[in-house]
Each structure stands twice: as structure tokens, then as C-alpha cells.
């Protein structure tokens, strides 16, 4: 596929999973952002577009291990690899991650003052992420398979109490955006998890977590707002 600056980053994320890496590397928001063209995601991120054209073009073969869902995969089978896959990772890395914030703000938070505004921010997202999934699970992603089984011969979907799958999905819409908000404001905080000269290996360990976190966040969101919500909003019409 050929990019220019106008192409919509959404767009490219979905053609391969090289260019998903190369704006993930350039830090251009892919998944709360993708509606937007790739120069204004470049001026956002302060990086040259023509300089990521030229990676895009480099990288369009790439393989990123791991990404076995795309446009095609049937959305049982997406809500369950992201159930299973992002979902399981946050409850997994929420404790471990906030264990370490407490560790290394009770030793270095005297002199890294920055590290009581990241412990503070991280549980924000925790909270928010932990009740978000909860409604995907409880209410969203049932449906979302509801409609599916009727797609495909299965019994109708009983009208649900939200009206259209559109209501839920914009509140999930909005509620990734503020995680990857409050996710941009920790890279910030911690100098883009810029690890001090004399912080300790469980330091080292905080940061990295958070740089995986936030990365999983990425792709998280990318799978719901790029691929299984608009698929979803489409089979609903279809269905209805």
C-alpha cells in the first residue's frame, strides 16, 4: 500500500504490522488518534513525515510476532484473543507495577518528587482500565458475539437495553482515550521512562513495565477502535 502525508493513520496501522511498528517507535498515536492524517499525527508527535514515509516504505514487510488478529478474523475469535490477551495482561501487570511505584517513591521519591505524580497517575489508569473491562466483558463483548451467532444463523439478538451497539462503543471510545491520555502524561513525567543515574534495578523494572504497559495499551486499543468496533457497528446494521 502507498502512503502520503494525508493518508489516515488508522489506515496504515491496519495495512501491516511493520507500520504499526514504525509509528509506534516515532510515538504517533495510532489508536485514539488514528482518525486523523499522518501529518497531523506528525505534527502532534513533532517528527518529520516525510521521515516516516520513508521508514513506512522501508518496513511495509515487516513481521511483528504475535499479531495473529486482523480485519478477517471472526469477532468471537477477536473478543476472545483480547479478552485473553490484553485483558489478562493488565490484571496480571496492574499489582506487580504498582508494588514497584510504592518500592522505588519510598526510596528515591525524596529526590525523584516525579515519582508520587507517576504512582498517582498509574492508578488512575488502573482503576480506569480494570472497570472498562469489566463493561466489555459483562455487557459489550456478549453482544458483540450475540450478533455474530445471529449473522450466522443462530438465534436473534434480543434488543438490548443500550439501544445500538454504537452508545457502549462510544463510551469505551472515550474511556481509551483517556487511559492513553493519562499514559502520555506518565511517559512525560518520567522523561519518556528515562530510568536516573542512580536508580536501583526495581527503578529499571518500573519503568520498563510501564513503557510495556503503555505499549499493550497501544495495541489494545488499536484491535478495539480500528477492527472490532466499526466490524461490530456494520454487522449490527446487517443483522438488524
Same mark, same amino acid.
Given at each position: /500500500? %502507498?502512503?502520503? %502525508?494525508?493518508?489516515? +493513520? #488508522?489506515? =496504515?496501522?491496519?495495512?501491516?504490522? !511493520?507500520?504499526?511498528?514504525?509509528?509506534? #517507535?516515532? !510515538?504517533?498515536?495510532?489508536?485514539?488518534?488514528? &482518525?486523523?492524517?499522518?501529518?497531523?499525527?506528525?505534527?502532534?508527535?513533532?517528527?518529520?513525515?516525510?521521515? =516516516?514515509?520513508?521508514? *513506512? $516504505?522501508?518496513?511495509?514487510?515487516?513481521?511483528?510476532?504475535?499479531?495473529?488478529?486482523? /480485519?478477517?478474523?471472526?469477532?468471537?475469535?477477536? &473478543?476472545?484473543?483480547?479478552?485473553? $490477551? @490484553?485483558?489478562?495482561?493488565?490484571?496480571?501487570?496492574?499489582?506487580?507495577? $504498582?508494588?514497584?511505584? +510504592?518500592?522505588? $517513591?519510598?526510596? @528515591?521519591?525524596?529526590?525523584?518528587?516525579?515519582? #508520587?505524580?507517576?504512582?498517582?497517575?498509574?492508578?488512575?489508569?488502573? @482503576?480506569? /482500565?480494570?472497570?472498562?473491562?469489566?463493561?466489555?466483558?459483562?455487557? *459489550?463483548?456478549?453482544?458483540?458475539?450475540?450478533?455474530?451467532?445471529?449473522?450466522?444463523?443462530?438465534?436473534?439478538?434480543?434488543?438490548?437495553?443500550?439501544?445500538?451497539?454504537?452508545?457502549? =462503543?462510544? +463510551? /469505551?471510545?472515550?474511556?481509551?482515550? %483517556?487511559?492513553?491520555?493519562?499514559?502520555?502524561?506518565?511517559?512525560?513525567?518520567?522523561?519518556?521512562?528515562?530510568?536516573?543515574?542512580?536508580?536501583?534495578? %526495581?527503578?529499571?523494572?518500573?519503568?520498563?513495565?510501564?513503557?510495556?504497559?503503555?505499549?499493550?495499551? @497501544?495495541?489494545?486499543?488499536?484491535?478495539? #477502535?480500528?477492527?472490532?468496533?466499526?466490524?461490530?457497528?456494520?454487522?449490527?446494521?446487517?443483522?438488524?
Amino acid at each position: /500500500m %502507498s502512503f502520503t %502525508s494525508e493518508t489516515k +493513520v #488508522n489506515e =496504515i496501522a491496519l495495512s501491516n504490522p !511493520g507500520a504499526r511498528q514504525v509509528l509506534e #517507535n516515532a !510515538g504517533i498515536d495510532y489508536c485514539c488518534g488514528g &482518525t486523523r492524517s499522518l501529518h497531523e499525527a506528525c505534527l502532534s508527535a513533532e517528527v518529520p513525515p516525510a521521515d =516516516i514515509l520513508e521508514k *513506512l $516504505r522501508q518496513n511495509s514487510e515487516a513481521v511483528v510476532p504475535g499479531d495473529s488478529q486482523g /480485519m478477517s478474523a471472526p469477532l468471537a475469535d477477536l &473478543t476472545k484473543h483480547i479478552r485473553e $490477551r @490484553h485483558h489478562q495482561y493488565v490484571r496480571e501487570a496492574v499489582p506487580r507495577l $504498582r508494588a514497584l511505584l +510504592v518500592k522505588i $517513591r519510598e526510596k @528515591h521519591g525524596s529526590k525523584h518528587t516525579e515519582l #508520587n505524580e507517576i504512582e498517582r497517575l498509574f492508578g488512575d489508569v488502573a @482503576h480506569e /482500565m480494570l472497570t472498562h473491562m469489566q463493561k466489555e466483558e459483562l455487557i *459489550l463483548f456478549p453482544y458483540i458475539d450475540a450478533l455474530e451467532r445471529a449473522a450466522n444463523g443462530g438465534a436473534a439478538v434480543e434488543p438490548p437495553f443500550f439501544g445500538t451497539v454504537r452508545n457502549p =462503543i462510544s +463510551v /469505551m471510545m472515550k474511556e481509551h482515550d %483517556s487511559a492513553g491520555d493519562l499514559m502520555r502524561q506518565i511517559r512525560k513525567a518520567s522523561g519518556g521512562y528515562a530510568v536516573p543515574a542512580d536508580g536501583c534495578t %526495581s527503578y529499571q523494572a518500573a519503568y520498563q513495565g510501564l513503557e510495556e504497559f503503555e505499549k499493550d495499551l @497501544h495495541l489494545h486499543v488499536h484491535l478495539e #477502535n480500528n477492527i472490532l468496533f466499526p466490524r461490530a457497528v456494520q454487522l449490527e446494521a446487517a443483522v438488524a
